[in-house]
């Protein structure tokens, strides 16, 4: 009887431990007080390291104990502690904290501290020590005191009753680098009969403002790239229906911001190759492990990232794995996509530590992928970094020359930027234009599932290379016309013929909008050019019913010579409210971008203005990105 008690008394204890030990997926969605989704909102383990952050519907997911108490917290609001249960959902409204926020200043990496001085009293907060965990590690000091001997200073803010620390901000935002450039103006076709550009499908601008207007930061001017924000969205164009690897579609209308204008958009939508057609892959992951990664979203969120696109890999493909610091070095030879955990392991042992000689990295990917090279496949080098290395003697140049060098061997090139504070676009960008390459911005996990997960295929494999565009308008219905965005694709006249000219790359599935703003002929603007004395071109052909004439040239993904498309565009003009939802939808994108820009040339630059116009293409929103776009216009109101 008492050995049966004893074997009861176990079999219960080790239920206990079962149940108690073992993790459980706790999902939820963080409100404030009127049921408004808090995205960014910081849900953490008690106790422990583990936490994670909600997503921009505030939705967020984390593996938990029962028995262990999560805490939920978010800057101006109170935190609030839920101790798991048998419940697998939790959803928190956290209440807003009326309280005054006092500014502190927060010290990361640093060691050696200056006595201060001054009668406000804020909280000092030692990154290198702290569990980030409640007040460990804290001292009480004055506010807006100075610290000597630190790598790094960053602001929170905190109120009288709880500490809230969001991820790591950048203090000083001009450590970030963005290459400079004035907006396109008004030409005449008379005086600039030509506009040629070349196609951008990267979207790094859109995610790289959303991470500073959901941080409440004020976004600079050159981070906004207008086409990079309209085509991070995808668009309803009909897939080609002969050889061309996309098709081509136009629609004309009246400009939201200009009543006097109209709005031309030219839409591509690349041909969607089905995932058991594509061709094998070659990628070689080049990695940055220098000291400046070591930050949570830089190196850690680089390792989950890639792991999403681990996922997608197949017995047919191969990955290597390259690294550089102070110096590169390969860390997986190249290994079979089915081999899932081999390369997993690779990137788990991963750790930053080092300078930044990004040259000899790049050196060794190519050399790397060119040994490895799959003929007819997909040969790419995917860089992840934040921009922050060196390559040669000076910066942006030698990078250039090196990339464009290394754009001829037939690899491809993605690069993946993370991290905030140093962030180097401007290199980022320099390396996706001048090589055969694309350029993603990682702001979070959610952005690596969409890049390299949902959108692997038109990520990952290009279906046209040197994709050139040139229109020409007809000087008899265009008085003026300007490019919206494009500006550092932008090409000469002579340029759209010369195939030793790179241009954008087309993936499978991708869609690439451009659009144009218009001063029909016999309106009076503000913005018309002026006729030259000596440059009068006169229309002499029959071509009244056409608004422009539009030509494309590409290569495919392996061809060296160019192939030409040519399409007419009639000039009919319709209302906005009989216009698609596409057009609505990007207009309203490309206004908010001329807004952030503080565009000399927009005259109405409301939110409602902008909110109004984006709601009326808002269906076709599976994916929530649109959602997102209209809480990130009413956050910069």
């Given at each position: 009887?008492?050995?049966?008690?004893?074997?009861?008394?176990?079999?219960?204890?080790?239920?206990?431990?079962?149940?108690?030990?073992?993790?459980?997926?706790?999902?939820?969605?963080?409100?404030?007080?009127?049921?408004?989704?808090?995205?960014?909102?910081?849900?953490?383990?008690?106790?422990?390291?583990?936490?994670?952050?909600?997503?921009?519907?505030?939705?967020?997911?984390?593996?938990?104990?029962?028995?262990?108490?999560?805490?939920?917290?978010?800057?101006?609001?109170?935190?609030?502690?839920?101790?798991?249960?048998?419940?697998?959902?939790?959803?928190?409204?956290?209440?807003?904290?009326?309280?005054?926020?006092?500014?502190?200043?927060?010290?990361?990496?640093?060691?050696?501290?200056?006595?201060?001085?001054?009668?406000?009293?804020?909280?000092?907060?030692?990154?290198?020590?702290?569990?980030?965990?409640?007040?460990?590690?804290?001292?009480?000091?004055?506010?807006?005191?100075?610290?000597?001997?630190?790598?790094?200073?960053?602001?929170?803010?905190?109120?009288?009753?709880?500490?809230?620390?969001?991820?790591?901000?950048?203090?000083?935002?001009?450590?970030?680098?963005?290459?400079?450039?004035?907006?396109?103006?008004?030409?005449?076709?008379?005086?600039?009969?030509?506009?040629?550009?070349?196609?951008?499908?990267?979207?790094?601008?859109?995610?790289?403002?959303?991470?500073?207007?959901?941080?409440?930061?004020?976004?600079?001017?050159?981070?906004?790239?207008?086409?990079?924000?309209?085509?991070?969205?995808?668009?309803?164009?009909?897939?080609?229906?002969?050889?061309?690897?996309?098709?081509?579609?136009?629609?004309?209308?009246?400009?939201?911001?200009?009543?006097?204008?109209?709005?031309?958009?030219?839409?591509?939508?690349?041909?969607?190759?089905?995932?058991?057609?594509?061709?094998?892959?070659?990628?070689?992951?080049?990695?940055?492990?220098?000291?400046?990664?070591?930050?949570?979203?830089?190196?850690?969120?680089?390792?989950?990232?890639?792991?999403?696109?681990?996922?997608?890999?197949?017995?047919?493909?191969?990955?290597?794995?390259?690294?550089?610091?102070?110096?590169?070095?390969?860390?997986?030879?190249?290994?079979?996509?089915?081999?899932?955990?081999?390369?997993?392991?690779?990137?788990d042992n991963l750790n930053a530590g080092g300078s930044t000689a990004g040259g000899a990295g790049?050196?060794?990917?190519?050399?790397?992928?060119?040994?490895?090279?799959?003929?007819?496949?997909?040969n790419r080098v995917i860089l992840a970094t934040d921009g922050d290395f060196n390559v040669g003697?000076?910066?942006?140049?030698?990078?250039?020359?090196?990339?464009?060098?290394?754009?001829?061997?037939?690899?491809?090139?993605?690069?993946?930027?993370?991290?905030?504070?140093?962030?180097?676009?401007?290199?980022?960008?320099?390396?996706?234009?001048?090589?055969?390459?694309?350029?993603?911005?990682?702001?979070?996990?959610?952005?690596?599932?969409?890049?390299?997960?949902?959108?692997?295929?038109?990520?990952?494999?290009?279906?046209?290379?040197?994709?050139?565009?040139?229109?020409?308008?007809?000087?008899?219905?265009?008085?003026?016309?300007?490019?919206?965005?494009?500006?550092?694709?932008?090409?000469?006249?002579?340029?759209?013929?010369?195939?030793?000219?790179?241009?954008?790359?087309?993936?499978?599935?991708?869609?690439?909008?451009?659009?144009?703003?218009?001063?029909?002929?016999?309106?009076?603007?503000?913005?018309?050019?002026?006729?030259?004395?000596?440059?009068?071109?006169?229309?002499?052909?029959?071509?009244?019913?056409?608004?422009?004439?539009?030509?494309?040239?590409?290569?495919?993904?392996?061809?060296?010579?160019?192939?030409?498309?040519?399409?007419?565009?009639?000039?009919?003009?319709?209302?906005?409210?009989?216009?698609?939802?596409?057009?609505?939808?990007?207009?309203?994108?490309?206004?908010?971008?001329?807004?952030?820009?503080?565009?000399?040339?927009?005259?109405?630059?409301?939110?409602?203005?902008?909110?109004k116009l984006t709601r009326q293409g808002l269906s076709k929103d599976q994916e929530g990105y649109?959602?997102?776009?209209?809480?990130?216009?009413?956050?910069?109101?």
């Open positions: 009887m008492k050995s049966l008690k004893l074997t009861s008394l176990a079999l219960a204890m080790l239920f206990s431990i079962l149940s108690f030990g073992q993790e459980i997926t706790i999902t939820g969605t963080v409100t404030d007080e009127t049921k408004t989704p808090l995205p960014g909102a910081i849900v953490t383990i008690q106790g422990t390291k583990k936490g994670t952050q909600t997503d921009f519907d505030g939705h967020y997911s984390i593996q938990a104990q029962k028995g262990k108490i999560l805490a939920f917290s978010y800057i101006g609001f109170n935190t609030e502690t839920v101790k798991i249960g048998n419940s697998k959902v939790i959803n928190v409204s956290l209440k807003s904290n009326t309280a005054s926020l006092q500014e502190i200043v927060v010290v990361g990496y640093g060691t050696n501290r200056k006595k201060m001085s001054g009668s406000n009293k804020g909280i000092v907060y030692d990154r290198e020590n702290s569990n980030n965990t409640s007040r460990m590690n804290m001292m009480v000091a004055p506010v807006k005191a100075k610290a000597e001997s630190i790598a790094e200073t960053r602001k929170i803010y905190v109120n009288r009753n709880s500490i809230i620390i969001n991820p790591p901000l950048p203090t000083t935002p001009n450590q970030e680098d963005y290459e400079a450039f004035v907006e396109n103006q008004f030409e005449t076709p008379k005086n600039a009969p030509l506009s040629t550009f070349s196609i951008d499908v990267d979207n790094a601008s859109y995610t790289n403002i959303r991470r500073f207007i959901n941080n409440g930061q004020a976004v600079p001017k050159d981070a906004v790239r207008i086409e990079e924000m309209m085509n991070f969205f995808k668009y309803s164009y009909p897939q080609p229906k002969d050889n061309n690897p996309f098709s081509i579609n136009t629609e004309y209308s009246d400009c939201p911001w200009n009543s006097k204008h109209q709005l031309l958009k030219i839409g591509l939508q690349g041909k969607n190759i089905p995932t058991e057609n594509l061709p094998a892959s070659n990628l070689v992951f080049l990695i940055d492990v220098s000291g400046s990664m070591s930050d949570p979203n830089k190196l850690p969120l680089l390792k989950q990232s890639l792991k999403i696109l681990v996922n997608e890999m197949r017995k047919e493909d191969k990955v290597s794995m390259v690294v550089y610091a102070g110096a590169a070095g390969m860390v997986l030879p190249p290994t079979s996509g089915d081999q899932k955990q081999t390369i997993i392991d690779a990137l790049i050196e060794l990917a190519y050399k790397t992928a060119l040994a490895n090279f799959i003929k007819g496949g997909n003697s000076s910066s942006n140049k030698d990078m250039e020359t090196l990339i464009e060098e290394k754009r001829k061997s037939g690899v491809f090139l993605t690069c993946l930027g993370y991290g905030m504070g140093n962030y180097k676009d401007s290199k980022m960008e320099v390396l996706a234009n001048k090589g055969n390459g694309n350029y993603a911005y990682i702001d979070n996990i959610q952005e690596a599932n969409r890049f390299l997960g949902k959108e692997f295929k038109g990520s990952m494999f290009a279906i046209a290379k040197d994709v050139k565009i040139q229109i020409e308008f007809n000087p008899k219905h265009v008085q003026s016309y300007r490019l919206i965005g494009y500006e550092n694709r932008k090409l000469r006249p002579e340029d759209f013929k010369n195939d030793a000219i790179d241009a954008g790359e087309l993936g499978s599935g991708h869609t690439v909008t451009a659009l144009y703003e218009i001063i029909p002929t016999g309106i009076e603007s503000d913005y018309s050019v002026s006729d030259l004395k000596y440059t009068k071109a006169t229309n002499t052909g029959n071509y009244s019913n056409e608004l422009a004439t539009i030509k494309f040239r590409y290569k495919k993904p392996d061809g060296e010579k160019s192939i030409e498309m040519v399409q007419t565009i009639e000039d009919k003009t319709k209302n906005i409210l009989s216009a698609s939802e596409d057009f609505k939808f990007s207009a309203a994108v490309a206004w908010f971008g001329l807004k952030l820009r503080d565009s000399k040339l927009v005259a109405i630059k409301d939110t409602k203005s902008i909110l649109k959602a997102e776009f209209v809480r990130l216009v009413e956050a910069v109101q």
